[in-house]
């Protein structure tokens, strides 16, 4: 055998395997997970959902099927809107999800009646959309849109049971239904000539309205609302302002009335210091006053000794001259022998009468100046007191000097009244301290209250007011009454001035004129007087007051007058 005829059935069985090969990429077709097929013809029907098989051309016929899921929108809008069961148009879009349920049979079925449409979802909405519309309308029709819009699950699953027997005749399972949009249907799309929408209509412009009214409420019932919480709250924020207002103020008064106490501490710690610093200053004076009058007291008792020896010895001079007179008043009587005994016993008498005589006058004038000077010295006392007690009241500063016056007072009567044979010298004491008396209270006077400046005003009237009323009515002590009738035509009324006085003085001129003048000068002055009467607190009114004043003033002036005569005697 050569060669040759053995290749040859290798050859042949090559290209059998390569033909085979060829027919099989040529018209074998698979199927997959996604895409089944149909073969018809030779051989029958065929349903390839997860293999393969040849397609013979002019003998074979195949089918694809989609096995996918597909999406199918269905929109219902406006004129066709869904009609509820209380006549409301609702717009509606529903999505669809369904496929080819994965059987032989339905396959098949599906191959039949759908063709290869499945391929294609537009193609099969539009077959199918009717029956999608028709389950929507028939499950939309037996709720309200309330119940359609709050029982969304119960509508897709009523949907999906009115299409699940309808699509299984076409090999389609339907796996959900998803309601997308659900909204009432616009108010210009509703017919007033179709029943349903007239209907519908109504029912919309009675629930709108109620809601435009409820709307309204609750939009005035919240303005009104939020008006009162702003209303609350600007009363809020005026009581917080007020209630800050409230705390500055009291903080502030408090940091006033703290400043007021700081400043009183401090006035009163500086009028402690000004007192005490004057306590010192007067206490310092007092005791060069004291140390003054002590050292003039010591001159003035030695001036007293030295007066009072010679005044001893001038009375045992004269003393001496009276007994030698007597001595010679005796030897003449014994010389005198024509005068009788009954004589000399006479004048014996006379003399020793005329002797307890004068021991009595003696004794009675001694008595009299004792008298005086205690008088003096009560009153003094009670001067010096009456001083202490005013200078207390004035001003606490002034307490321990006006009580140092008042040691002072009573230390100068105590030398006075030790001096009770030298009138002047006890006397010129007495003014020395009135006149450091009156230095204090002049000082004291610049604190005086006014109260104690009325009262010291009306002291110095007291003073004046005499003479100023001694003045006024003397010209009018000799007259009965007056009657003036004219005064410008009697003698001497016509030269001189006006005034009515001559060229002379005021007080010439004729009788009438004098009259006058004094009259009118009385009423000019009348209401003055009465005013520091009533001051003084006489009735002007009554001659009682003015007789017992001008009586004091009287009583004073005499006194004051015996007072310097008796000076003047012990002086001399």
Do not use: C
Request: proline residues 2%.
């Amino acid at each position: 055998m050569d060669i040759s005829t053995l290749l040859m059935p290798t050859v042949l069985i090559v290209v059998l395997i390569l033909t085979f090969l060829f027919i099989l990429s040529r018209f074998y077709r698979r199927a997959s997970k996604e895409v089944a097929f149909v073969r018809t013809g030779m051989g029958g029907e065929k349903v390839i959902l997860d293999g393969g098989g040849l397609k013979w051309p002019v003998f074979h016929e195949i089918i694809l099927v989609n096995m996918r899921t597909l999406r199918l929108q269905v929109d219902r809008k406006n004129e066709e809107g869904l009609i509820t069961a209380d006549r409301m148009r609702v717009d509606v879009t529903a999505e669809f999800y369904l496929r080819v349920k994965p059987e032989k049979e339905s396959i098949a079925k599906a191959a039949q009646t759908l063709g290869e449409r499945t391929l294609e979802p537009e193609r099969l909405k539009e077959l199918l959309q009717g029956k999608f519309v028709d389950a929507l309308r028939s499950v939309a029709a037996g709720l309200s849109m309330e119940q359609l819009h709050e029982q969304r699950a119960e509508f897709i699953q009523s949907v999906q049971e009115s299409l699940s027997e309808d699509l299984l005749k076409n090999g389609l399972e339907l796996e959900s239904v998803s309601l997308t949009a659900l909204d009432q249907t616009g108010r210009e799309y509703f017919k007033e000539d179709n029943a349903f929408d007239a209907q519908g209509l109504a029912k919309l412009t009675l629930i709108t309205e109620s809601k435009r009214e409820e709307r309204n409420r609750i939009e005035q019932e919240a303005r009104i609302k939020i008006e009162n919480q702003n209303l609350d709250a600007e009363k809020q924020s005026f009581e917080i302002k007020r209630a800050e207002e409230f705390a500055r103020l009291d903080q502030q008064r408090e940091v006033e009335m703290a400043t007021a106490q700081q400043e009183a501490r401090i006035k009163t710690e500086d009028a402690i210091r000004k007192r005490e610093a004057e306590e010192a200053r007067i206490t310092a004076e007092q005791a060069v006053k004291e140390a003054d009058i002590f050292s003039r007291q010591a001159v003035e008792e030695k001036d007293i000794e030295a007066k009072r020896r010679i005044e001893e010895a001038d009375i045992a001079r004269r003393r001496s001259v009276d007994v030698s007179g007597q001595e010679a008043a005796i030897v003449v009587a014994k010389k005198s022998e024509e005068k009788s005994q009954a004589e000399a016993e006479a004048a014996k008498a006379r003399a020793t009468f005329v002797k307890e005589e004068e021991q009595v006058v003696t004794v009675r004038q001694t008595a009299v100046a004792s008298r005086d000077k205690e008088i003096e010295l009560i009153k003094a006392r009670e001067e010096a007191e009456k001083q202490a007690i005013d200078v207390t009241v004035a001003a606490e500063a002034e307490k321990q000097a006006a009580t140092d016056k008042a040691e002072a007072v009573l230390t100068e009567s105590r030398a006075a009244a030790e001096k009770i044979r030298i009138i002047a010298e006890a006397d010129e004491k007495r003014l020395e301290v009135e006149a450091f008396g009156e230095k204090a209270i002049n000082e004291a006077k610049n604190i005086l209250s006014s109260e104690l400046i009325s009262f010291e005003l009306r002291k110095i009237l007291a003073q004046v007011a005499p003479e100023i009323m001694e003045a006024s009515v003397k010209p009018m002590e000799k007259i009965d009454s007056i009657k003036i009738l004219q005064a410008n035509g009697f003698g001497g009324s016509n030269g001189g001035s006006s005034n009515g006085t001559t060229p002379h003085g005021s007080n010439g001129g004729s009788l009438p004129n004098q009259l006058v003048d004094a009259a009118l000068g009385y009423r000019m002055n009348l209401p003055l007087v009465d005013k520091m009467l009533e001051e003084l607190g006489l009735d002007p009114k009554s001659a009682e007051g003015l007789s017992a004043l001008i009586k004091e003033r009287g009583e004073a002036t005499v006194e004051e007058t015996t007072v310097q005569e008796e000076a003047e005697k012990s002086q001399n």
